[in-house]
């Protein structure tokens, strides 16, 4: 199993002004915004890290050498996102599947037809009142490096789990072509608790400030002259809880 990302969050959860007030920092100080910038990301990417989580909405693709012996695949990065969008709120550079057509003209946005259920990469953010999903998405590969879609009519998405599921449908089975020695199998998946750092649950957000504030007061890799010691209640305890093993 192989995790990629293809397309990072927009945002942080953190903004610069908010680390700026936990740090207790003049928000007219732009001196050091460059490197509070740094911080807030490698928080994040701590804090994610360690709960095995994504916190704002990214896609990432889960490579797999063969299909899973049971009916489902378990997608990793909790909380996993199952998105109807509607035209006007496409973003260029993203794979979609049309889930209605309403008043939009999809080929004008970068569909090979104006068809339910047809994939496209948006070349604009559409208009009109059709609507799409950006996944999840399955594709395969033969051994001569065929790629096929694998129906969205086969499987259910289980976005309750945690971590969420692509499920077979009933009377359903993953296709039996012979697949590429490695990396036959891709599941292109949203995930996270939302566009913005408000969709976080509060402890991590806390959590996030805490280790900003660490980084932020200790710019050396050793620390001398002090007997370091980790606060109760403290990042591990905010991070603990919602853990995914």
Known sequence: MALKINTAPIEEPISIAEAKTHLRIDSEDTVEDALL????TAARQYAEDFQRRA????????????WPGEGFIKIPLPPLQSR???????????????????????TLIGAASNTVGVHFTATGVGEGTGTATDGPFIRYYDTDDTEATFSSDSYF???KSEPGRVVLNYGES???TTLRPANGV????VAGYGDDGSDLPQKVRNAMLLIIGHLYENREQVVTGVVPVH???????????????
């Open 231 to 245: 606060v109760p209640l403290g990042v591990d305890a905010l991070l603990w809880q919602d853990r995914v093993f």
């Open 174 to 176: 993953w296709p039996t």
């Open 37 to 40: 910038n740094a911080l807030v």
């Open 55 to 66: 916190y704002i909405t990214q896609i990432w693709e889960l490579w797999l050498d063969k």
């Open 84 to 106: 109807t969008i509607t035209a006007g709120s496409f973003i260029i550079g993203t794979e979609y599947r049309i889930l209605s057509l309403g008043t939009t003209n999809f």
């Open 186 to 189: 891709c599941v292109t998946f």
């Open 157 to 159: 998405v289980d976005t």
